[in-house]
């Protein structure tokens, strides 16, 4: 057999070459200069080594009638976007569980914008994520749309292209995760801003038009650098977890993955009994519940979403004895807990991703309730606070609730998936206490009267803080549940297992019927 490869073989070998970061070196060096990696370095970062199978690499720009063929090749490969089918963290869970869909936009080919046959390549991967139902990552690196494709002549606007339509499509039918670095605008943005969960680095600016679409609108001349900077639009609620760089994206982009991917076999915990002692004993006094998150979960395996939005209410995915779920909790150092109407929101969109991907949920409660007052209705908190009981009705996830302090009105329902009898298991620390409202307002409003007959201000305090005490008596966790409103009270270093028991009986049960599909973005 001769050594020698024949001619065609040889002429694809070197046609796919010209795909690769070896023939781009000039291209690859730049993004190097700029502290960034080239589009197929954030893909090997992703992918299980030797498992990314590429579908349309050798596409190149719709210009032919502008270019030469060579020309197209070397500066237009697979025409600025990669996509495939791959394995991402197989040997964590499994390789029947790990396959997915990878689809990575290349900004070094015509500034990442969207042509002709990218468009097709886009539709394809997407088409073939639902027919397979694989989840997807996307990087989303790019300027939007290309009017410079002049070989397509068989339309006039391109808006009849169905790429944003596919890819929202798969809402709630496949997890999505979509990463950015540097200008995301335009086309590129709308896609970023529709997947299910947003990875950014610091380094980033997503907007709804660049600076060209701008001008061209009669709006002004700005630079990129000004629109949409990735601290504001993580301020904003548009960036779910904000990351250093594409070397923490891609990292953070395989773990997210992973909570969809089903359980892991290899675990450990923190020391169990020091949730005994991190809340005061001062009821008045604010905690940081993240310490009493990362104690009862899986050690290493919480990650929040949207930290700096709604902040009053902390959500994002964590472990228990390696099985996957969704983490919800108030946080009583913002607004003492209270769920504000951006909270509120947040908390719905993130219940209604659980649901669609079947993570059950844990929810740790400390509320004084809903956020009150002219400001908060000003924020439309009607609606959006009400979409919390929307949603928590729709569930078809298991639930289950640990409320650590306070656990007041409609805000401790709404926690806990719109009632108290809505968890699989409801149990409380000792240190619960529970009421119609927080105790203060309630003394206040109820006992008004007697608290404005005492003159004397010093003897007036001591009466507020006497019936305060009485209504924490009431109103305290074992009280709760002798009267049945919760399932239990606990130690709290038996937390970690009780969560575990609940969610074990309540999955042996198939989740009920699907309910008609609410976004969940």
């Not at 956020?371 to 929307?390: I, Q």
């Amino acid at each position: 057999m001769s050594d020698s490869l024949r001619p065609e073989l040889e002429a694809l070998q070197q046609r796919l070459a010209l795909t690769g970061d070896e023939a781009r070196a000039e291209q690859v060096a730049k993004r190097h200069q700029r502290g960034y990696r080239s589009a197929r370095e954030n893909l090997a970062a992703l992918v299980d080594p030797d498992t990314f199978l590429e579908y349309g690499q050798l596409a190149v720009a719709a210009q032919r009638s502008r270019r030469s063929t060579e020309d197209l090749q070397r500066n237009t490969p697979a025409d600025g976007i990669i996509t495939g089918t791959c394995c991402i963290n197989a040997s964590q869970v499994g390789g029947e569980n790990a396959e997915a869909i990878v689809i990575v936009n290349d900004y070094t080919v015509l500034a990442g914008t969207q042509g002709y046959y990218h468009h097709h390549k886009l539709d394809r991967i997407c088409e073939l994520a639902e027919e397979r139902h694989l989840p997807v990552v996307m990087f989303t690196e790019g300027g939007g749309g290309r009017p410079g494709d002049t070989d397509v002549t068989i339309q006039i606007a391109g808006l009849n292209y169905s790429s944003f339509r596919t890819w929202a499509g798969l809402s709630g039918q496949v997890p999505r995760i979509a990463v950015n670095n540097g200008y995301c605008f335009a086309g590129n943005a709308a896609l970023f801003g529709s997947a299910d969960i947003t990875v950014a680095t610091k380094t980033s600016w997503i907007g709804m038009a660049g600076p060209a679409m701008i001008e061209g609108g009669g709006l002004g001349v700005y630079e990129p650098t000004e629109i949409g900077p990735a601290e504001e639009q993580y301020r904003n609620g548009v960036i779910d977890v904000l990351v250093e760089d594409e070397v923490e994206a891609a990292a953070c982009a395989r773990q997210l993955l992973s909570y969809f991917q089903g359980p892991v076999a290899a675990f450990d915990c923190e020391d169990q009994t020091r949730l005994r002692d991190l809340i005061p004993e001062d009821r008045r006094w604010a905690y940081p519940v993240r310490n009493v998150i990362e104690t009862i979960v899986d050690r290493g395996s919480f990650m929040e979403l949207r930290r700096v939005y709604g902040r009053s209410v902390i959500t994002g995915f964590a472990r228990f004895e390696g099985r996957p779920v969704g983490l919800l909790a108030n946080d009583c150092q913002q607004l003492g807990g209270a769920v504000d109407a951006q909270a509120a929101e947040k908390a719905a969109r993130f219940l209604q991703l659980c649901d669609a991907f079947g993570l059950p949920v844990v929810s740790f409660t400390d509320t004084p309730g809903f956020m009150v007052g002219p400001n908060s209705e000003r924020e439309a908190a009607v609606r959006r606070m009400s979409r919390l009981f929307v949603t928590g009705a729709s569930l078809r996830v298991p639930v289950v609730a640990i409320i650590l302090r306070k656990g007041y009105g409609l805000g401790a329902m709404a926690m806990t998936g719109g009632s108290l009898l809505a968890p699989v298991y409801c149990a409380a620390w000792p240190t619960g206490e529970f009421g119609a409202m927080g105790l203060e307002g309630a003394v206040r409003l109820g006992y008004r009267k007697e608290l404005e007959a005492e003159e004397d201000p010093a003897a007036r305090e001591a009466l507020f803080d006497k019936l305060v005490q009485q209504s924490y008596e009431r109103g305290k966790a074992t009280e709760a549940a002798a009267h049945l409103e919760i399932d239990a009270v606990i130690d709290p270093a038996e937390s970690r297992q009780v969560v575990v028991r609940a969610l074990n009986s309540a999955m042996q049960a198939p989740l009920p019927k699907a309910r008609p599909r609410v976004d969940t973005w």
